[in-house]
């Protein structure tokens, strides 16, 4: 009598190596979160950075157009620089900022603004400036006299 029952197990699972790969790729991916998140903050960093160039480099300039400066005539949303028989106008344009020279040119200097304010302080200027994506800039000046 032979008659033996042989039971056949057609299951498949995972075996101890299929497990280890496993765990090791879902390793890996953990371990990729923070790599990819100080990209991700340094990538935005760098592109606020380009957004403080143009800011920075128009403060650069009109500090050099101030120094020396022989009058200055401050509006609210327009100032005039008399230096060297020349006038500077920094005015509001759109929602840009425009400079121009002896009331000619049209040279833009700061793009996307929503809200600028020129205010003269005893011998102080000082400039508001908001743009549209909502980032405000403060900056002080003095007025030589």
């Known amino acids: 009598m032979k008659n033996m029952n042989t039971?056949?197990?057609k299951q498949a699972g995972f075996?101890?190596?299929e497990s280890i790969i496993s765990l090791m790729i879902?390793?890996?991916v953990l371990f990729m979160i923070p790599i990819l998140l100080h990209i991700y903050v340094k990538l935005d960093h760098s592109v606020r950075v380009k957004e403080d160039f143009e800011w920075n480099l128009y403060l650069i300039q009109l500090r050099n157009e101030?120094?020396?400066s022989e009058k200055v005539d401050v509006r609210r949303q327009r100032i005039f620089i008399y230096k060297n028989n020349m006038m500077y106008?920094?005015?509001i344009y759109g929602?840009?900022?425009r400079r121009r020279v002896n009331d000619r040119?049209?040279?833009i200097v700061l793009h996307h603004i929503v809200f600028l304010n020129f205010i003269e302080d005893d011998q102080r200027l000082i400039l508001n400036v908001e743009f549209e994506n909502g980032i405000?800039?403060?900056a002080h000046f003095k007025i030589p006299k």
Request: hydrophobic content about 35%; glycine content about 8%; cysteine-free.
């Open 7 to 9: 039971v056949q197990n």
């Open 15 to 17: 075996t101890l190596l």
């Open 26 to 28: 879902v390793s890996a």
């Open 66 to 68: 101030l120094q020396g």
């Open 89 to 91: 106008t920094h005015e």
């Open 95 to 97: 929602n840009m900022m």
């Open 105 to 107: 040119g049209h040279e």
């Open 136 to 138: 405000k800039e403060q």
